[in-house]
């Protein structure tokens, strides 16, 4: 029924939207291409237009690189296996026949919606406070010694907070995937004995399997632009300075803006890398 | 004999989950007793639990510090103004891809869904500089604008999504009868859309709620919003666990209320309909 009237009123409509993503996506990522290749620090009054390559090659083999990647990866890679293994055996067990199961999945997704810098101080102060924090008391009541967590293990503890956040996300859609699950070939499964781990083995992983890659690059995605949650914690400070925290830092708290953009680059780079995948699962959804 | 095991099975279930479930609550729970707390009672050794002289002092007290009701205002007018301005942007496309659909459409779709991933702090500074060259800086369109742009295509998709599945044979029908394009969307399709638009609205009211990256960078004082105030508290000064539990219940509670009612969207929303 598509006519040529129709088409073209179709394209009127879909212009705006396509008009102010393609400003947003190219005019400040020009700007930081550009920026990338000067020498401009607004602080000191320098700018030079264009130095070729050097802030790539400071920022890459800079010393806080290298570190910062590092950082990233145990970050991203942490929290993924947190909420990956975490939301698939909540998914299964959510999935059990059980009393009260709406209120439990309440209870279980609650952590998604509240915002970063409030979890983030609740953690910090509430949990992990060496004088004041749960943990602490927990701790002593137990007989040991208090743990200082954010100094002793900065990492692992903003590991601990985004993961908290995030473990809702993964056990919503796995449990979604699980849900979907065929219950006869699982009941034939067990009519002829297989064992519970090969059923899961066998039948449930690879079911899920779709499911568990949509999750880990959409977390990947978002997971490689923490910022709030190490802004009110650490402050990049104890090794758990990320790549953004990095670039943050360069670009606006040193206002070495050449060098920071440079950085930015990179790390627009390494998301795509990442954001390829995800839009070629995606894409194949697309067409059926 | 076989219904007892299954009883005591569903029981053991049920222990099980709720004990998980209160677990990953608890955090939230906790914050919301002490907000309740006096602050000599927040730090008490050992921990009180329920038994305590309920209070309400610190919501009174953080109502009254000079920027909290500032703040709420902020995130209001942040978080509904761009989800609105998304939609009006959003819906016109949506449906021209969902209903006439082209050879470009598909890559269209993932053209936009490809600029969600682009990461913040590539484009900052250039951001930072035109807010300041358009006098914006630590305004709330500027976060209004912002927010709309990294969320309309979360927008765009999850109505593409809601728009396929109206059914084309209605539209059909309604041609038949002699219905207008205008009368056709008016009445026709407009009812069956307005339960996707609402879920998205919902969904991306919160997203834009809890955005903590632009919100914090890009404000100062006069447009700082919730995500903002609760930041300033990272700096604490003296006793304030209860006052920081009071503050964080006043920025989360809303939130979480239409949270539970968005479950559903939130798998659709931020799956782009990857998994279904």
Known sequence: ????????????????????????????????????????????????????????????????????????????????????????????????????????????????????????????????????????????????????????????????????????????????????????????????????????????????????????????????????????????????????????????ESQNVGLGSAGGIIAVILANVIAIFLMRIVGKNLDN | MARAITTQKKVMWTALAWAFGLAIFFPILWTFLTSFKTEATAIADPPVWFLFDWTTENYTAVQERSNYPKALMNSIIIAVGSTLLGILIAVPAAWAMAFVPGRRTKDVLLWMLSTKMLPAVGVLYPLVLLAKWLGVMDSRILLVVVLMLINLPIIVWMLYTYFREIPGEILEAARMDGASLSSEILYVLTPMAVPGIASTILLNIILAWNEAFWTILLTTVNAAPLTAFIASFSAPEGLFYAKLSAASMLAIAPILVMGWFSQKQLVRGLTFGAVK
């Open chain 1, 1 to 252: 029924m598509a006519t040529a009237h129709s088409k073209s009123a179709a394209r009127i409509m879909i212009a705006p939207a396509v008009f102010v993503l393609l400003v947003w996506m190219l005019i400040p990522l020009l700007m930081t291409l550009y920026f990338s290749f000067a020498d401009y620090r607004p602080l000191r009054g320098t700018f030079d237009a264009w130095i070729g390559f050097d802030n790539y090659v400071r920022f890459l083999t800079s010393s806080s690189f290298m570190s910062a990647l590092i950082t990233t990866l145990w970050m991203v890679a942490g929290i993924l296996s947190i909420t990956i293994i975490g939301g698939v055996l909540l998914a299964l067990l959510l999935d059990q026949p059980m009393y009260g199961q709406g209120f439990v999945r309440i209870l279980v997704i609650a952590p998604f919606f509240v915002m970063p810098t409030v979890s983030a101080l609740v953690w910090k102060n509430m949990f992990f406070n060496v004088d004041n924090g749960l943990f602490s008391y927990l701790f002593k009541g137990l007989g040991f010694q208090p743990y200082d967590f954010l100094s002793q293990s900065p990492l692992l503890s903003i590991i601990v907070i985004v993961a908290w956040q995030w473990l809702p996300f993964a056990t919503l859609i796995l449990l979604t995937a699980v849900q979907s699950l065929d219950s006869e070939q699982l009941e034939a499964a067990e009519m002829d004995g297989a064992p519970a781990l090969s059923r899961f083995r066998f039948i449930i992983l690879p079911h899920l399997s779709r499911a568990i890659t949509v999750v880990i690059l959409i977390q990947t995605i978002f997971l490689l632009s923490i910022f709030a949650e190490i802004f009110v914690t650490t402050n990049g400070a104890f090794g758990t300075r990320t790549l953004t925290y990095l670039v943050y830092q360069r670009v606006l």
